[in-house]
């Protein structure tokens, strides 16, 4: 079970074999990555920047997030395996998705977080 200094909830990572990915898919929303985690990214799939920046990743006001596609009357991470439900490139995920589910924005959203994850306790 983890836990972080400031937030009321614990999460069982455990649960995640059971969940389904609902935390790559569903509404669309940003997937920040950042100069470094794309070097890693790139090397992890054993291609360059520039193509993973091209084929993977669109450019913002703010930088980089990783695509998104259709899938189930929603979006998914073009990383999420549908096949598998889980991340293809779990090894070299972004910290956005490392650090989830604590975040700030869920600190005062635990109805939301609570709906996207199951293996979210209050404490
Ligand atoms: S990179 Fe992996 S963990 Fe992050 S949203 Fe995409 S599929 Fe999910």
């Known amino acids: 079970m983890l836990r972080e200094n400031g937030f009321n909830y614990e999460f069982d ?3 995640c074999d059971e969940c389904g990915g609902r935390c790559c898919t569903g ?3 940003y997937i920040w990555i950042n100069d470094d985690e ?3 990214l790139a090397d992890f799939l054993g291609i360059s920047q520039n193509l993973l920046k091209e084929r ?3 450019k913002t006001k703010r930088g980089y997030s990783i695509k998104e596609c259709e899938f189930q009357g929603g979006f998914a991470c073009v990383f999420f395996d549908k096949v598998k439900k889980n991340c293809s490139v779990y090894e070299a995920r972004p910290s956005q998705c490392k650090t989830f589910p604590f ?3 869920f600190k ?3 109805r939301e977080l609570q709906a996207e994850c199951i ?3 209050l404490l």
């Open 108 to 110: 005062n959203n635990l």
């Open 103 to 105: 975040w700030e924005h």
């Open 13 to 15: 990572p455990a649960k």
């Open 38 to 40: 794309i070097a890693v």
């Open 119 to 121: 293996g979210v306790n």
């Open 56 to 58: 993977f990743l669109f």
């Open 27 to 29: 509404e669309s929303g």
